[in-house]
């Protein structure tokens, strides 16, 4: 029986989690609170609590230590790598078991483009502290990976969304905007796609490899929200202008709309043969709606 352990079992580590469990998996991995432990053990999964504060308890670390696929979901909060500093000798101590180990990273680390395409090859240049701390985690992983053997992979995420977290929530919450800023556009992926990609490529290891996650088409914000108002039957909110909206955004809110990048995703349909079941946010969104999200 093959075995997942997830640093970090949120929205898309637990998507795989639960997709690798019906697959017969057994699956084990990290939360940060009891609540959350107990409602994960309820399903099946041996779930531990580490927040990168503390080492892994021992519990913990024999659970690493007889897993063979590895997963790490935790971003990291500064600087420093979380899970290196507080596991890195469990970690280097179970890298000839693993045969696969992916770590999920995000879009940001290459930066503003200004509409530009950006590939796996295209320079990392963040315009965040987040981003920087994004670039400096790749690294490290990659090169536990070169120094242990543990196969990593690195999967640069797009925007988010599935049940539960799309523009659908926020237009039924009333929080939802229709922002205007010409020529600006996102990439976003939905969470059963990133379960996809990263199962097609447990499937075809390749050490190394670093893959965009996204959709097929970037879209303005905009006509996503537009969209998803059509949907619900809804009239859609006004477009504001960014520069009205910029001025009671946050400031996590306001890095996201300072860079503005086309991200390719031809490597995750070439090199792992990955069909997307949502290419665009239009599917996306309606079958989240078709099963009640």
Not at 42 to 63: C, H, K, M, Q, V
Not at 168 to 189: E, M, N, V, W, Y
Not at 252 to 268: G, H, I, Q
Request: net charge negative; aromatic share 6%.
């Amino acid at each position: 029986m093959s075995r997942l352990f997830c640093f970090g079992l949120g929205f898309s580590a637990l998507t795989l989690a639960r997709k690798l469990s019906a697959e017969g998996w057994s699956v084990a991995g990290t939360c940060r609170t009891q609540g959350k432990q107990a409602r994960l053990k309820e399903d099946g999964i041996d779930a531990y609590l580490f927040d990168g504060s503390a080492p892994l308890d021992d519990d913990a670390a024999s659970a690493l230590a007889t897993s063979d696929h590895l997963l790490i979901s935790i971003p990291p909060g500064g600087p420093e790598e979380p899970i290196l500093a507080q596991a890195g000798e469990a970690l280097r101590a179970a890298a000839p078991s693993f045969r696969w180990a992916g770590y999920l990273s995000t879009t940001g680390v290459y930066g503003n483009t200004n509409g530009a395409e950006v590939t796996e090859d295209s320079p990392l240049a963040p315009t965040s502290a987040r981003g920087e701390n994004r670039v400096a985690a790749e690294a490290a992983w990659l090169a536990l990976g070169e120094e242990t053997g543990l196969p990593v992979h690195v999967f640069r995420l797009a925007g988010i969304y599935g049940p539960g977290r799309s523009v659908l929530d926020q237009l039924r919450h009333g929080t939802a905007r229709r922002i205007d800023k010409p020529g600006h556009k996102f990439s976003r992926i939905h969470v059963d796609d990133i379960a996809s990609v990263l199962r097609a490529s447990m499937a075809a290891p390749r050490a190394g490899a670093v893959y965009n996650v996204c959709d097929d088409e970037a879209a303005a914000q905009a006509d996503v929200v537009g969209h998803g108002a059509e949907l619900l039957g809804m009239e859609a909110p006004e477009l504001v202008p960014f520069d009205v909206a910029a001025e009671s955004m946050s400031k996590m809110a306001l890095s996201f709309w300072k860079d503005d990048r086309l991200v390719s995703n031809r490597r995750l349909h070439e090199d792992l043969n990955v069909t997307l079941a949502y290419p665009t946010y239009r599917e996306g969104l309606a079958a989240i709606l078709a099963t009640g999200g």
